[in-house]
C-alpha cells in the first residue's frame, strides 16, 4: 500500500483540514463477480481532506494506482438519456458559438463511448476520441468516431502536436476529478490550445457538494473535488484563463468551464465573476468554508438508518436503484448490508449478477422490480431520480414507494 502523504496533490502544502473521514471503504467501481464471492474486499481509508494553500479538496492517496486503474468495470457513458440530452444541447451550443464547421477539429479527453463526439460528427466536423479504456473506446470507433487508446497528459499532447494536430475545442466533462496528476493534465490542454482555440470541462461543483450533502460522490477514484476558485488557480499556472462558466444540473449540480490560452481574443462574462462570488460567500477561499461539513454527513447518515430500521420493523421491503459508485460509497459509511437493503437492480449488464463491493448486496437487472416487487425503492443515484420515477411510473401507480436519502430522506408516494 501507498504510504499517505498528507501533501497537496497539486501544490505539495502540507494537509491540515479534514473535510470528511469515510472510515474505512473498498474501491466503489470493484463489484464483485458471483464467482468470487468468497474473497474478501480490499479496504482503504476514505478520507478528503483540504489544501489550505490552493484550496484542492482531495481524497488521501493511500490505494495503488494499479488497482484503481485495472478495474474490470467498464463504464458506458450512454446509458443514461438525461446525460445523452445534455451532451447534445452543448454540441449545437458550442458548434453555433464558436463558429465550428467540416475545416474545424474537435478533441474530447475521455471520450468513452462517443456518447458526445457522435453529436459533433453529424454536424460534419471532424473529430478525434482520448480514452485510456480499450473497450469503451471499440464502442466509439464502430460508430465511426476516430479513437486513440491512451492517457491524455503533457507527453500526449506534445506527440500529438508534432503530429500536427491543432483542435479548435477540447472537451472534458467529468475527467478531472480522475486524474492522478491535475497539473500535468491540464498542461497538456495549454499544450494543444493554439489562438482563440477553446477548452471546455465540466465537473461537479464542490459547492454543492458541501451546500447539499453529496458525500457520497467522494470515493478512491475521484482524487479531488473542485471549486472555481480551485481551478483558476491552476488554469492559472498553467497559461490558461477562464472567461465562461455555466451552472449546469448534471450529477447534483456541475460548473461548465470555458478557458481559453491567456492572451487569447475571449472577453471574460459576467457569469464568472457571478460564480467567484457565490464562493466567495460560502468562504470556499478560507478554510472556514469546509469545517462543519463532518457533522452534517453524520446526520444524513443517522436518518437513513432511521428510515431503513422503522421500515424493516414496519415489515416493508427495501431495494435499491442504480449500482453507481455513489451508492457503495453511502451503504459502506452507514454499513448497510442485505438485512436492509434486500437487492439493487441496474440497467447495465456489466453490473448485472455481482455483488457491491463492501455491502455485498445482489445486483440485478431492472426486471427483478417486477417479479420480486418491494415496498420501497432506495434510488441510490439522487442525481437521476426524476429520470427513474418516470420510467418506473408503472411501479408507482402500483403503490411502491420512491425514496432518495440525499440531501435528505426523501419519499415520493
Ligand atoms: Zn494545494
Redesign the pocket.
Known amino acids: 500500500m501507498t504510504q499517505t502523504t498528507n501533501s ?6 502540507a ?1 491540515a483540514t479534514t473535510l470528511v473521514d469515510l472510515g474505512l471503504s473498498p474501491l466503489s467501481n470493484s463489484y464483485v463477480p458471483l464467482e468470487q464471492a468468497a474473497r474478501p474486499d480490499n479496504m482503504y481509508p476514505l478520507h478528503a481532506r483540504v ?6 479538496v482531495q481524497v488521501d492517496d493511500v490505494v495503488p494506482a494499479d488497482e484503481i486503474f485495472n478495474q474490470d468495470y467498464a463504464y458506458f457513458s450512454s446509458f443514461s438519456q438525461s446525460w445523452l440530452d445534455h451532451c447534445l444541447d452543448f454540441a449545437t451550443s458550442t458548434s453555433n458559438r464558436f463558429k465550428l464547421d467540416e475545416d474545424s477539429l474537435v478533441v474530447e479527453i475521455a471520450s468513452n463511448d462517443g456518447y458526445l463526439l457522435q453529436y459533433f460528427l453529424e454536424r460534419g466536423i471532424r473529430v478525434l476520441g482520448i480514452e485510456p479504456s480499450a473497450s469503451v473506446a471499440k464502442v466509439a470507433q464502430s460508430k465511426g468516431i476516430d479513437t486513440r487508446v491512451e492517457f491524455f497528459g503533457k507527453s500526449l499532447s506534445q506527440n500529438m502536436r508534432e503530429e500536427g494536430l491543432s483542435p479548435d475545442l477540447i472537451c472534458s466533462a467529468n475527467v478531472l476529478a480522475h486524474v492522478p496528476d491535475i497539473g500535468d493534465f491540464v498542461a497538456g490542454v495549454t499544450t494543444l490550445l493554439t489562438g482563440d482555440s477553446v477548452y471546455t470541462v465540466e465537473f461537479p461543483h464542490l459547492l454543492n457538494l458541501i451546500n447539499l450533502g453529496q458525500f457520497d460522490t467522494i470515493y478512491h477514484e475521484h482524487f479531488t473535488y473542485l471549486s472555481l476558485v ?1 481551478v483558476e488557480r491552476i488554469f492559472g499556472d498553467q497559461g490558461l484563463r477562464v472567461f465562461d462558466v455555466e451552472e449546469v444540473p448534471t450529477h447534483g449540480g456541475s460548473l461548465r468551464v470555458y478557458a481559453c490560452l491567456s492572451d487569447a481574443a475571449h472577453t471574460e462574462t459576467d457569469s464568472v465573476q457571478r460564480v467567484r462570488s457565490k464562493e466567495r460567500a460560502a468562504k470556499l477561499h478560507k478554510v472556514d468554508g469546509y469545517l462543519g461539513f463532518e457533522p452534517r454527513v453524520e446526520r444524513i447518515r443517522d436518518n437513513l438508518m432511521d428510515y431503513l430500521t422503522e421500515a424493516k420493523a414496519a415489515g416493508r421491503t427495501v431495494v435499491g436503484y442504480g449500482a453507481a459508485a455513489k451508492g457503495n460509497t453511502l451503504l459502506n459509511y452507514a454499513g448497510i448490508g442485505t438485512d436492509l437493503i434486500t437487492y439493487v437492480v441496474d440497467k447495465n449488464p456489466a453490473k448485472q449478477n455481482t455483488l457491491l463491493p463492501g455491502s455485498r448486496i445482489p445486483v440485478h437487472g431492472v426486471e427483478m422490480l417486477t417479479t420480486s416487487p418491494p415496498d420501497d425503492i432506495l434510488i441510490l443515484p439522487w442525481n437521476i431520480k426524476d429520470e427513474v420515477v418516470a420510467q418506473l411510473a408503472d411501479l408507482r401507480k402500483s403503490g411502491i414507494r420512491f425514496v432518495t436519502a440525499i440531501p435528505e430522506i426523501e419519499i415520493v408516494e
Open positions: 497537496c496533490q497539486y501544490c505539495g502544502s494537509l489544501c489550505d494553500s490552493c484550496f484542492l480551485a
